[in-house]
């Protein structure tokens, strides 16, 4: 026979003393505690001051009979479980009495005892399956909560975090770009004519890229290697950096030639600019394939080399560099147009001309040029800080805070100079 727990406690309910002795006899040997009721009103004193698990009741007794008791023990304490011991003739309404949900279990007179025993230790066994499975839906119920308030915390501490990394990727690739201009701006201080020629062919390529609405790697890459494309000058002679590419001679232009290639070389160790150095290396390379160092025809030329092909072509000619004839931009541009299909790309070359084809955009943010007296901590430069000698100081972008602006009121005392930068005004002291 199956045992219940020994808390389980059973209201036994018969207004004759032997049935109830007798079924105090039968349980014993369970562990189950027993209490005894000698009439319906009774059993419902009973249940007000004692816990009970299951009220077994006979059907007949005198005023509330067995069916009308558990009735008023379903309205009262619905978690008792309620049964019945009845005779063959009261079978009707003892059916009726568990179809309206006032039984769970009967018991059929004479009963026999393993039988009851164990219908007993069934209906205990059921509730506390009941039981644990409440326990269990309050203790996930209460995990789960703790789960949610824990999420709701770890995504408000994620989001902190996740605008404080933000803000330092931003910071560090600015620092990145500004490190990039600034070598670029060494490179250039070999030859008064190079100065800023790399920002102004970046610029120009970045306006080209976005025409072409290329993705957001490319046009990263060909930020770069603008700024970068003509590191391979390192390697070359302060005469031939002197004289315009058209004037060399045979010698000479063999080894200026070689700077793609030697640009390309400079950057093999670095991880970052993998993607940068075959742009370098093919900025010089031509449409119909007339270009060089390799070549390269059509678009086996990489689209960021072809871009950045048009934007330092049209920056050669106006600075002189390629024969010495400085053009102004309109005669530059032309000459550019007239490379269409033959130096230069058809594509690029469209979105190069659609630039000046455009009407100018309307400023969208308040932007002037201070003095460093009235410069305040939160402008943002929106142009680059280049010094007297052609060396970048400060980057475009570059936001400004009080230590910095000292430093930039210290350099213009100690060089005797007096500096106006071009800066974007907070959003809140925007007039």
């Not at 299951?54 to 558990?70: E, F, H, K, T």
């Not at 933000?166 to 670029?184: C, E, G, M, P, Q």
């Not at 052609?390 to 213009?412: H, K, M, N, P, Y």
Request: glycine residues 8%.
């Amino acid at each position: 026979m199956s045992v219940a727990t020994p808390t389980w406690t059973v209201l036994a309910v018969d207004d004759e003393p032997n049935i109830l002795a007798a079924l105090r006899r039968l349980f014993r040997a369970t562990g189950w505690r027993i209490l005894t009721a000698g009439s319906a009103q009774e059993a419902l004193a009973l249940l007000a001051l004692e816990p009970v698990n299951a009220v077994l009741s006979d059907m007949r007794m005198p005023g509330m009979d067995g069916v009308q008791l558990l009735e008023r023990v379903r309205l009262g304490w619905p978690h008792v479980a309620r049964l019945l011991l009845t005779g063959q003739a009261d079978l009707g309404s003892t059916i009726a009495a568990i179809n309206r949900g006032w039984l769970h279990r009967y018991i059929t007179k004479p009963w026999n005892d393993d039988e009851l025993v164990l219908t007993m230790s069934q209906v205990a066994q059921i509730q506390q399956l009941d039981a644990d499975k409440q326990a269990l839906e309050r203790l996930t119920q209460q995990q789960n909560d703790e789960l949610k308030a824990l999420n709701e915390g770890l995504e408000a501490r994620v989001a902190v975090r996740t605008g404080e990394l933000a803000t330092a990727n931003d910071k560090v690739k600015r620092n990145y770009l500004t490190s990039i201009k600034a070598f670029t701006a060494l490179i250039e201080l070999r030859g008064s004519a190079q100065v800023g020629h790399a920002r102004q062919v970046a610029d120009l390529a970045r306006r080209i890229a976005r025409a072409m609405a290329l993705d957001a790697e490319t046009a990263h890459n060909l930020a770069i290697a603008a700024l970068l494309h003509d590191i391979g000058h390192i390697g070359l002679s302060d005469t031939v950096l002197a004289r315009p590419v058209g004037r060399l001679d045979r010698d000479e232009l063999r080894r200026y030639q070689l700077h793609p290639v030697l640009g390309e070389q400079a950057l093999l160790a670095s991880d970052d600019m993998q993607g940068v150095a075959p742009l370098i290396r093919a900025h010089h390379e031509r449409w119909d394939g007339q270009g060089f160092p390799d070549g390269l025809r059509g678009t086996a030329i990489p689209i960021g080399a072809r871009i950045l092909a048009v934007a330092d072509t049209f920056e050669d000619l106006c600075s002189g560099r390629i024969d010495g004839q400085v053009l102004s931009p309109l005669e530059a541009r032309r000459a550019v147009i007239a490379g269409r299909g033959s130096r230069f790309d058809p594509g690029v070359v469209d979105a190069f001309a659609g630039l000046f084809a455009a009407a100018p955009a309307k400023p969208t943010v308040a932007a002037l040029r201070l003095p460093t007296a009235e410069l305040r901590p939160g402008h943002t430069l929106t142009q680059d800080f280049v010094s007297p000698e052609g060396v970048l100081l400060l980057s475009v972008g570059q936001r400004l805070t009080e230590d910095l602006i000292g430093r930039i009121r210290a350099f213009e005392l100690k060089h005797g100079l007096s500096l106006t930068l071009a800066v974007q005004l907070p959003q809140e002291i925007t007039p």
